[in-house]
Structures are given as C-alpha cells and as structure tokens.
T-cell receptor, first 111, second 115 residues
Framework: NAGVTQTPKFQVLKTGQSMTLQCAQD?????MSWYRQDPGMGLRLIHY???????DQGEVPNGYNVSRSTTEDFPLRLLSAAPSQTSVYFC??????????FGSGTRLTVV | AQSVTQPDIHITVSEGASLELRCNYS??????LFWYVQSPGQGLQLLLK??????LVQGIKGFEAEFKRSQSSFNLRKPSVHWSDAAEYFC?????????????FGAGTTVTVRA
C-alpha cells in the first residue's frame, strides 16, 4: 500500500548511543518532515525537507540530524541519545497543498 | 509565526451526546486550518481542512468544523458521538502560499466516550 513507512516501531537506547530512524514514502512527495510527540505538547517539528538535497530545522532540532539524498527517504539520526529524547516520532510526507500522510510512528525510550 | 491553542486537555462525553472541541489560532492573516484524529497507538488521520470559502466545513466520520475569523477559531463538532470516537484530536495551522508546508499543531484534546 502506498504511504509512509517508518522503522523501527519500537526502540530502546542507552544514553549516549546513536541510531537512525528510517522513513520512506512512495507517493513522490517533495515535502517530508519529522515530528516528535510528547504528552501535553502536541506534535513539534524537528526537521523538514522541501526536496532532495534540501533540509532545514524545525522547532526542536537540537540533537538530531537529517539528510535527503533521494525523494523517497528521509532518515532521522540521533547523534548521542539523551533521556529527553524519549518520545514518539512521526515522519510525514506532503503534497504542495498540505496533503499530509503520516507514518505510524516510532516509540523511542532512552534509558 | 503561526500557533494553535486547544484550551481543553481532556473532554468526557456520553455516547450519543454532542461534542465540540475548541481551537484558537494565531496568524497574521487567514491560515489554512486542519483537524486530525489519532487513535491509540496509531498515526494521524485528517478529519477535515479549511483553505477558503464556505466557513462550515464537512469532514469524515460525521465531523464538521466552523471557521470564525472574528474569534480566530476553528472549532470541531459532532452531533452524536460514537464509542469509536474516543481518541486524541489535534488542530493544526499552515501558512497559505508557503513554500515549506510546515504544520503547527496544538497540544491536543483527549476525548473519552462513556457508555
């Protein structure tokens, strides 16, 4: 089925470890983004991309890196995990008319 | 910069009763407005959106929302709630004529439906 695929669905990391959350879409959307969801705070934008080779910071970018080498893929890297990065992470892609499709999320726990 | 406020953190409603969720936005002009629903453990699903035109917008699952420019509001309503409507609801705003299509979300309202 067409859509946004996120892997893994669950992950436990130790403080200081690094990892990459994967996101892939097959709808040929130019716009992709990463959000984190925390209780009582809604979804906050981490990084976004308006096309291959172009990325920019969102509201809460510290501690995260992204790259966009292809239209399909938009991985999110945690450089040195901290307990404050315990959250649910959503990847999304969009058309140029705000037609958003969200992935099913990655639940990350940092201990 | 745009922002969204959802004043109600949690609402409990009886099955069959009406539901209204509040959303207030801050933006220099008329923004694009959205309501999303998130069932437990799931991603976000679009309920409805407003870009322009008729200020009463119909969505999926029997939901509607009304844009009121004078109140900077975009409240979501449903006349008769079903148990399956128990979920978290997010209001979001986007900037028209944007070239980055960023959405700003409210903190969400959790809806509990009692039998």
């Amino acid at each position: 089925n067409a859509g946004v695929t996120q892997t893994p669905k669950f992950q436990v990391l130790k403080t200081g470890q690094s990892m990459t959350l994967q996101c892939a879409q097959d709808m040929n959307h130019e716009y992709m983004s990463w959000y984190r969801q925390d209780p009582g705070m809604g979804l906050r934008l981490i990084h976004y991309s308006v096309g291959a080779g172009i990325t920019d910071q969102g509201e809460v970018p510290n501690g995260y890196n992204v790259s966009r080498s292809t239209t399909e893929d938009f991985p999110l890297r945690l450089l040195s995990a901290a307990p404050s990065q315990t959250s649910v992470y959503f990847c999304a892609s969009s058309t140029d008319t705000y037609g958003y499709t969200f992935g099913s999320g990655t639940r990350l726990t940092v201990v | 910069a745009q922002s969204v406020t959802q004043p109600d953190i949690h609402i409990t409603v009886s099955e069959g009763a009406s539901l209204e969720l509040r959303c207030n936005y801050s933006y220099g002009a008329t923004p694009y407005l959205f309501w999303y629903v998130q069932s437990p453990g799931q991603g976000l699903q679009l309920l409805l959106k407003y870009f322009s035109g008729d200020t009463l917008v119909q969505g999926i699952k029997g939901f509607e929302a009304e844009f009121k420019r004078s109140q900077s509001s975009f409240n979501l309503r449903k006349p008769s709630v079903h148990w399956s409507d128990a979920a978290e609801y997010f209001c979001a705003v986007g900037a028209p004529f944007s070239n980055d299509y960023k959405l700003s979300f409210g903190a969400g309202t959790t809806v509990t439906v009692r039998a």
